[in-house]
């Protein structure tokens, strides 16, 4: 009688352990969806992903080191497979700054610009920047537009465009 009443509070006290890590991982669900809904910085909902997959094993009565291991899986693979196509689409009205912002726009030359001889500046938003050409060979006289292909440090690397400014 008293292995069978102590066989009986095992088993009860493990039920209560096993639903417990049920409503840890409920509960830890709820507050990194908490912290993302106040960031909204894409970085706590892929662990809040793993956590509700957690919470589920929990609930069929998954082991504990079962629903850590799927939720770290869960997690990363979340983190990796999908965090590129969300922040393409939910940042993409995200307003550039500095650098970026100036990729793809026109300047115009103000002194030649020759890699060869290490010369050239053109001006850009008001501003004179040192620039070269992108591609070695092309020189580009004062007074040609061109557009930015890229920034290197404080020069700008352009390229001669056909548009009118």
Not at 58 to 78: M, R, T
Not at 91 to 99: A, F, G, L
Not at 112 to 139: C, F, S
């Amino acid at each position: 009688m008293k292995d069978m009443l102590g066989s009986f509070a095992y088993d009860w006290l493990r039920k209560g352990i096993d639903k417990m890590a049920a409503i840890y991982w409920l509960i830890g669900f709820v507050v990194l969806l908490g912290i993302e809904a106040a960031t909204m910085a894409l970085t706590t909902i892929w662990f809040a992903g793993g956590a509700l997959a957690a919470f589920i094993l929990a609930l069929l009565g998954a082991g504990v080191e079962v629903q850590l291991a799927v939720f770290v899986i869960v997690s990363f693979a979340l983190l990796f497979f999908t965090r590129p196509f969300a922040l393409k689409y939910v940042n993409r009205n995200t307003v550039k700054t500095n650098s970026e912002s100036l990729i793809g726009k026109h300047a115009k030359v103000t002194a030649e610009v020759n890699n060869m001889e290490g010369t050239g500046a053109a001006v850009l938003n008001g501003q004179e920047w040192t620039a070269r050409a992108e591609d070695d060979g092309n020189i580009y006289s004062v007074g040609t537009l061109v557009e930015v292909k890229d920034i290197r440090g404080v020069k700008l690397i352009v390229s001669e465009t056909q548009e009118e400014m």
